[in-house]
């Protein structure tokens, strides 16, 4: 059952893709672009943006650094005026750092829920205003599959993005009623200099580009949650079922630490 408006013309689309510099983001808006709809792409490199959207003419670059609420908002006002509106804001921008509890500290804690938690409500409240005014839009949240439950190496990434699982599914409850759309992205490991970094064995490793299809199906197909790889999904759903003692013992085994 769809619980979203599907949104298949996207040539008819004004889409603002905010991490859109690398990894699924850049797939994203590139592939976007492809199918003809207008992009506006935002990130903090600059030179990131001019070297991949440049000469893209469906493209507006808008710089910015997610965590300045008044940055955000300048970047709307001026994607609004640009195109006499927007359709759909996705809020893709945000950190990652494998921690164990044992690695914790106040400045890593801070850096990750600035921007995976507060950056990205502060974008999606922004969306809202604007759609609330229009009458229409989608607001789509990208979070991750580590947010289903607690897993090893994820002390300060996976809570803030169970945080951006619930608000996306607060958003629809408020929202579905006034014809605003909602959507909560769940990706697996995706090969991206976020993930560069692992030193463990990522199950399930897809391409940016895959990703970015997964996405746009999601989209197409009016669903609320889109989580990929399906294999590796489906899997955490299940194990998500668990009682604790089971669900540790599961993880354990499954990850050896």
Do not use: C
Request: no cysteine; hydrophobic share 45%; proline share 5%.
């Amino acid at each position: 059952m769809s619980l979203n408006p599907p949104i298949r013309d996207w040539a008819r689309q004004r889409v603002w893709v905010i991490g859109a510099s690398t990894g699924i983001g850049l797939a994203l808006a590139q592939a976007l672009l492809a199918r003809g709809a207008r992009v506006a792409v935002s990130a903090r490199r600059a030179e990131r943006l001019e070297a991949e959207f440049g000469s893209a003419a469906n493209a507006l670059r808008r710089p910015l650094d997610m965590t300045d609420p008044e940055a955000l908002e300048r970047a709307l006002d001026s994607i609004v005026a640009a195109w006499d509106g927007l359709d759909v804001g996705i809020v893709m921008a945000g950190t990652y750092q494998a921690l164990r509890a044992w690695e914790l500290t106040p400045e890593a804690i801070r850096e990750t829920m600035q921007t995976n938690v507060y950056g990205a409500m502060n974008a999606s409240a922004l969306l809202v205003r604007r759609f609330l005014a229009q009458g229409a839009g989608h607001v789509s949240i990208v979070s991750s599959l580590a947010g289903y439950r607690g897993l090893p190496k994820a002390a300060v990434y996976g809570p803030s993005k169970a945080a951006m699982i619930n608000f996306a599914e607060t958003l629809w409850l408020d929202l579905a009623d006034k014809g605003i759309g909602v959507s909560v992205v769940n990706p697996g490991f995706v090969r991206t200099p976020l993930t560069a970094g692992n030193d463990f064995k990522m199950p399930y490793l897809m391409d940016p580009e895959d990703a970015a299809r997964e996405m746009i199906a999601g989209y197409e197909a009016g669903e609320f949650e889109i989580h990929f790889p399906k294999a590796f999904s489906r899997q955490l759903k299940l194990l998500r079922q668990l009682p604790y003692g089971l669900y540790f013992r599961a993880i354990k085994r499954a990850t050896g630490l």
